[in-house]
């Protein structure tokens, strides 16, 4: 029996989780874990160093009689920061593993389906994918930054940021939906607003594999392995979610 549409991406990324730690699988996820691991610690580093400035820029200047508000106030300007820094990751580390994760997504979909419609694996095949999985990504870019943009200028808005967090948390989870079931999609050459149509087509199930992805990016030292489970749970996400439909 199918999970319920909420309830199916824990599934998708948890089946996603174990086939990237299968032994056919494991090759085609070292190099993207290597990359994500650099990056990551990089942005550790100077998210620390940064972080309590970065609060106080977006924390409102409030009158001495509001001050008891800091202390409600500043855990939500905190979350605020963490889920801007998580963005920022998010988006570097999938721009430079873009060709990676589609090559990854094409090796998971011949495992789930039992037959390779893809070529061989060669180095020109994924010195190939480059230049395609990059216009994508420059695409999924054109979509973010206006939607980021409008956000970030509501953070600065006294009172009215005081919803920036909920909102900046809703973006989240969609994005993690479009960038990672995009892979098989892309792969499959389906078009960029052929694919939007598609996940809201499919708004319940698009949500519930963005969120709990979403989430388990957010727990440090996990979400580098998370990053490749999120690509092969995506391309499950693809390949069950297509199939039902076309049945």
Do not use: C
């Amino acid at each position: 029996m199918p999970a319920a549409p909420v309830l199916s991406g824990p599934q998708y990324l948890r089946e996603g989780l174990r086939l990237v730690l299968s032994p056919g699988l494991r090759l085609f996820v070292l190099l993207p874990l290597a990359v994500n691991l650099i990056l990551f610690a990089s942005m550790i580093g100077f998210a620390v160093q940064q972080f309590s400035g970065w609060v106080d820029t977006f924390m409102p200047s409030l009158p001495s009689w509001l001050s008891f508000l800091q202390y409600i106030l500043w855990p939500l300007f905190v979350v605020l920061v963490l889920l801007m820094v998580f963005f920022t990751f998010t988006l570097l580390a999938n721009i430079i593993a873009a060709p990676f994760n589609g090559f990854l997504a094409e090796k998971v979909e011949v495992v789930v389906r039992g037959e390779d419609n893809f070529p061989a694996f060669s180095w020109a095949e994924l010195v190939a994918l480059v230049p395609r999985t990059l216009g994508r990504e420059l695409r999924k870019l054109g979509y973010f930054l206006p939607r980021a943009l409008a956000l970030l200028i509501l953070s600065f808005i006294p009172v009215v940021n005081l919803i920036a967090a909920p909102l900046w948390l809703l973006f989240g989870v969609w994005m993690m939906a479009v960038q990672y079931i995009d892979y098989p999609a892309d792969n499959h050459k389906m078009s960029w607003q052929d694919m939007l149509a598609w996940l809201r087509e499919k708004r319940w199930q698009s949500l519930s594999f963005g969120g709990i992805t979403y989430a388990a990016l957010l727990v440090p030292g996990l979400n580098i392995l998370m990053m490749p489970a999120a690509v092969a749970g995506a391309t499950l996400f693809w390949v069950r979610e297509r199939g039902e439909q076309n049945s």
